[in-house]
């Protein structure tokens, strides 16, 4: 029995999993984490907090009439670098452990009430994140680079490993997801040292939890290694995000974009690739069993902007002619969200969130174009849903672009643009509200009863109201935000490890702010 179990007392643990069990028959779109991850649903015990991936919770003590109480309780320095900083993930939280992998891939384990380290796995192996670590079977999963592995949560020592890149243009950039003894985790076409170079696909593979033996897989790119026709030169798809499972077993996957984007001197806007370049910047329903197609939609065909549909899916329940129907909500680069049935991939709606500009068909030749969103910018982070609202992170962040090349608009560069949280109604997609920040949002969205929580990347994390987006708290973090929150009873769990920080000497850590 390792120390996590032994955190909580079992009677606390057994009431948390009869609790679950009757959340889940309450809410049937809902998918079942493991039953020893399950036992913890009143805390954070997965990167999105369930497979429906709502990051909102009920069962914190955190909301509007005690929010402005938050103040720093421990701080754990953040040391390891990947590309994009030190962090980019969110902590997990199960019983008095708190687990966590930074953008080297580092796995720790810390304690919930004071921070204090209790072990650490250094796999030294840099990321361009996001990345993260799931649980469950009495292990703790992740990824490096270039191979998915698992854990001992008691010590931290490794029980499996398995290399999942085919050759040094691919790497594995997400945190897993773990259902039904299985592990999903996702390749893409880039790694630290190499990036959408050609010869890459992105390949879902669902792993046995208990041996790390592959169940089946899925590649995302249609054509396989065909790669449309062009294998030197094109890649493409894979997953940056975990994906969603309901209760029906089906597996909903968020595909990014296909490359080279926006073309090469010699195949300008995407011409090496041509055609809508399946299942890129695509929804994909999966039989989770099997990773059987069920449905796609693609929602940009022949991307030629780097417009991933990349974020974790939502499931979600909105009435139908009166019936209660379970959806998919979906969002990524190309600043919009789009909602489909579950059961079949019809779409309901569709909503564009930020500023657009020159941000569809192809890109003229002879001069150069501003878009937005640019590459870094649309619906880069989680969004969120507590069944009233979906709450929607926006990046505004232009780029230059040519048929042949792109770069960020302005001196800034990556540390510019500005940020929006957009509140929707889930039935509709009509705006509830909107709140507009100076600095861009990559802090996700994150709900703890009537507050929902983001983070800009100059630092500064916020509690707005869910009823209208006013602030009802702020802080300044110690470094830019490009991580996202989790919520733990009375804490609220930011980690600052990014670059464009507003302080004037900066220091990557994980905060717990607590009201207590």
Known sequence: ???????????????????????????????????????????WPAFNLDLANTRATTASRIDSTNVANLKPKWRFKLTGQGAFGTFASTPIVLGETVFLQDLASNVYALNRSTGALEWKHLFKSPSVGPNGVAYGYDKVFGATET????????????????????????????????????????????????????????????????????KWTFNTISDGATLWGNAKVNSGGGLWYPPAVDSQGRVFLAVANPAPFPGTSRYPNGSSRPGPDLYTDSLVALDGSTGKLLWYRQVVKHDVRDYDLQDSPVIGTIPMNGIPTEVVFAAGKMGRVYAFVAADGKQLWQKPVGTHVNDTGSLPAGKSTLVLPGTLG??????????????????NLGFTFTPSSSKPAGKAGFAGGTGELVALNPSSGSVQWRRTFPSSVYGAATVSNDVVFTSTLNGKVYALSTRDGSTLWSAQAPSGVNGFAAIDGDNLLVGAGAPGSATKHPTNELIAYSIG
């Open 1 to 43: 029995m390792s120390r996590l179990y032994l955190a909580v007392p079992l009677v606390a643990a057994l009431a948390a999993v009869g609790l679950a069990t009757a959340r889940a028959a309450s809410s049937p779109s809902a998918g079942a984490l493991p039953a020893d991850a399950a036992a913890f649903s009143q805390q």
């Open 378 to 395: 649309g619906v880069e982070t989680p969004m969120a849903y507590d069944g009233r609202s979906l709450y929607v992170p926006v990046v």
């Open 147 to 214: 191979s998915a592995f698992a854990l001992d949560p008691a010590d931290g020592h490794v029980l499996w490993t398995r290399k999942l890149t085919r050759n040094g243009k691919e790497g594995i950039d997400m945190a897993p997801t773990v259902f039904n003894n299985t592990v999903l985790v996702s390749t893409i076409p880039g790694n630290a040292k190499s990036f959408y170079a050609g010869e890459g696909d992105g390949i879902v593979y669902a792993l046995d939890a208990q041996t790390g033996k592959t």
